[in-house]
């Protein structure tokens, strides 16, 4: 078969047989052939087997067996598993597909014995069951972490890995370093020099193990101590997948299995909270999806007309929700320079999915956001789905200028849907990714002018600048000079760049959008959203109210950039050459042109507003300085940005529909208490008016009869 396609025999009807090698085989049922290549989605897949074998294929799961092993059968439960599958058998004439019922999941019907002949049904029976008991949940957790090199998809992929390997190699761990571009752990136990370090190689955009020490000095047990790590989302990740074929897959087996592989001792309230917490990440979202965000997408287009939204379902219990209010989108277009910042942010409020954010800024710097999604992860799928509904949503033909990490495939997405636009990286990664190249030998004195000749180097207006920069940080260490310029200088440096940033370079977005909905208790999606949307409203409410009191024609940050430039600028000489050039004098020589807005220095044209050297030219020529300056910074331009409100969406806490789906009020969820104490005793909602405690002795305010301090006389005299 050609590569990327196969061509697959799906099965069903039949039943399997464990041969006495372990392996099995299947006979019986009916077949019919299909080609599958790797662009197919698993949904026109399962429309495909529904019309052959006449089905509902909900009730039914989609399994095959890996090319050189046929004991262990593979679930086909997203896309990328269909993928996966199709890239597996790639080299192979067919691939043997089996459409199994969910409650047949137990599958094995019959048992060969020695001889070659089925056992009675009696015993084959026994031997299934137990067969399923004995199926391991995951397999080789034993060498989840090989070694120095071992490369994994981003810092989580290697942070859900090092605790399984911890599990299943009987230590605990803590963690020394623990951010988006490092990883550092070591053994907890006492005296042990076990240790490892991974961190993101900013050149092959991979996350590897860098150090690892090879082997433990103490002496690894499980006990209570290793119960520690199998908390009970743990547990529902690593039952999950099975859970999801398994419905009835009951807490007493969950704990058997995870004692006879791993040695954890779970009692049934541990087990059942965590096939509690998986069952809820299964479906309680998903239910959701199906329910009450339809009914929300309906409030937000009559409340806010002119609002985009867009929700996708899917089979496999995940969802995809995209929101951007009028408001923003009219802000962004008639206020915003064409700048927006890709942010993926991981909720403190609800872990269970995360929130991709297109915010831009307005005259101020400061952040304003223009679209958010709420989706399973952060991967490539999500993003290019996010950019389809983003450019669906604007009305406008401007060149837009993105800022983003360039992680989970965003830069080839970026170019892919908005094809003239351009791609910087932001700032705060750059830094991050740099410090973990830096000798750990070097002191901190060091490091830290290291990290300051890197910010020149982005700000840099012209080539001979950023090279200064380079070659001060190539006395000190050449490879690291050079693993600089190998991260494309012209996607992060002003001297190379050449979209618009205007002086901005990274985002508040994650910090911004965690404050906005910080709580003590995990929200739904509906609540997330809406909680955001009312910070929102406030937000653009208050910075409307404070722009009509301002009288300057630019904005106040950038009209205090202007007068501190103004202040230099009185001090060089100006030389006329043309009514629009001149040649501007200070420990250089720089030429102005009015006409195109241009300086030699680059500063003019990389911030948008004029630098010393056009000011020089203003102050000599007695032209308006608020002429020369980016719109984007003018009081007019920022007041434009906040023109609309976002209107409230009454009701939010109960659907207003005939719909009896829609009848559930949308509470938030009993969790578990957050650790560390709160920060406020929560107010008792029937105690409306707190009475002021009074003394019965000298009836006097702020004491009672026990500690009153009033002597005999004056009471007697106050009585």
């Not at 996708?312 to 064409?338: I, Q, W």
Request: with cysteine.
């Amino acid at each position: 078969m050609a590569s990327g396609k196969i061509l697959a025999i799906c099965q069903s009807g039949g039943e399997f047989v464990t041969n006495n090698d372990g392996s099995m085989s299947y006979s019986g049922g009916e077949a019919h052939a299909i080609d599958i290549d790797r662009d197919m989605l698993l949904h026109d897949l399962k429309s495909e087997i529904s019309s052959m074998f006449n089905c509902n294929i909900d009730a039914f799961s989609i399994k095959y067996f890996l090319p050189s092993n046929r004991r262990v059968l593979i679930t086909v439960s997203n896309d990328k598993d269909l993928q996966r599958m199709v890239d597996f058998h790639a080299g192979s004439d067919t691939t043997d597909v089996f459409i199994l019922k969910k409650i047949e999941n137990r599958i094995i019907r019959s048992v060969v014995a020695d001889s070659g002949t089925p056992t009675n049904a009696t015993t084959a029976t026994v031997a299934t069951i137990e067969n399923v008991k004995r199926q391991k949940l995951c397999i080789d957790w034993d060498n989840m972490i090989t070694g120095v090199g071992q490369v994994f998809e981003s810092p989580r992929a290697f942070r859900d890995a090092l605790h399984k390997y911890a599990i299943a190699n009987s230590f605990m761990y803590r963690f020394v370093k623990n951010d988006a571009s490092r990883v550092t752990a070591e053994c907890s136990a006492d005296d042990c020099p076990w240790r490892i370090h991974a961190s993101r190689s900013p050149v092959k955009k991979e996350f590897m193990i860098k150090k690892m020490t090879e082997t433990h000095a103490c002496r690894k047990e499980v006990g209570k101590e290793g119960n520690r790590l199998a908390s009970q989302r743990w547990v529902a990740s690593v039952i999950k997948d099975k859970l999801r074929d398994t419905p009835n897959y009951r807490p007493r087996e969950i704990a058997s299995d995870l004692h006879r592989e791993y040695g954890l001792s779970l009692n049934y309230a541990q087990a059942w909270r965590g096939k509690f917490v998986a069952k809820k990440q299964l479906y309680s979202s998903h239910e959701e999806a199906c329910n009450q965000l339809p009914w929300f997408c309906e409030r937000i287009s009559e409340t806010n007309p002119g609002s985009v939204t867009a929700l996708v379902t899917c089979d496999d219990s995940k969802f995809c929700f995209f929101v951007a209010f009028y408001a923003s989108l009219n802000g962004f277009e008639h206020g915003c320079r064409p700048l927006l910042f890709l942010d993926g942010i991981s909720l403190k409020a609800n872990r269970h999915w995360k929130l991709l954010a297109a915010t831009s800024v307005d005259g101020e710097g400061d952040i304003f956001p223009v679209a958010i999604s709420v989706v399973d992860a952060e991967s490539k799928e999500n993003w290019h789905w996010f950019l389809l509904q983003l450019k669906s949503a604007f009305n406008m033909s401007r060149t837009i200028t993105f800022i983003s990490n360039g992680q989970n495939g965003l830069t080839e997405e970026i170019r892919s849907v908005f094809e003239d636009s351009y791609h910087g990286y932001c700032l705060n990664h750059l830094i991050e990714n740099f410090k973990t190249e830096l000798e750990e030998s070097w002191t901190q004195e060091v490091k830290d002018s290291m990290v300051e000749h890197l910010k020149q180097a982005v700000y840099a207006c012209k080539v001979d600048e950023f090279n200064q920069c380079i070659d001060s940080i190539k006395t000190e260490s050449k490879e690291l000079a050079e693993w600089l310029l190998n991260t494309k200088p012209e996607s992060w440096s002003d001297a190379f760049f050449k979209g618009l940033r205007n002086g901005q370079y990274s985002s508040t977005a994650p910090e911004t959008v965690n404050n906005w909905i910080s709580t003590r208790y995990e929200l739904s999606v509906v609540q997330m959203v809406d909680m955001i949307r009312c910070k929102m409203m406030e937000m653009m409410y208050a910075r409307r109210e404070s722009s009509n009191t301002w009288t300057e024609t630019l904005a106040p940050s950038a009209n205090q950039k202007v007068q501190e430039e103004l202040v230099k600028a009185r001090t060089l000489n100006v030389i006329c050459s043309t009514a629009n050039v001149f040649e501007v004098h200070d420990d250089s020589v720089n030429v102005v042109n009015i006409e195109t807005w241009e300086c030699t220095c680059r500063r003019w044209q990389v911030t948008g507003l004029p630098c010393m050297h056009a000011l020089a030219v203003f102050e000599r020529t007695d032209l308006c300085i608020y002429d020369y300056c980016s719109k984007y910074f003018t009081t007019e331009c920022y007041r434009s940005t906040y023109s609309l409100p976002i209107s409230p969406i009454p009701d939010i806490g109960r659907p207003a529909c005939s719909d009896p789906s829609h009848s559930t009020i949308i509470c938030p969820p009993r969790t578990r208490r957050l650790a560390g104490r709160p920060k406020e005793k929560p107010d008792d909602p029937r105690i409306t008016v707190k009475r002021a405690v009074r003394c019965s002795r000298c009836k006097g305010f702020g004491h009672n009869k026990q500690t009153c301090k009033v002597s005999i006389l004056k009471v007697e005299h106050i009585s």
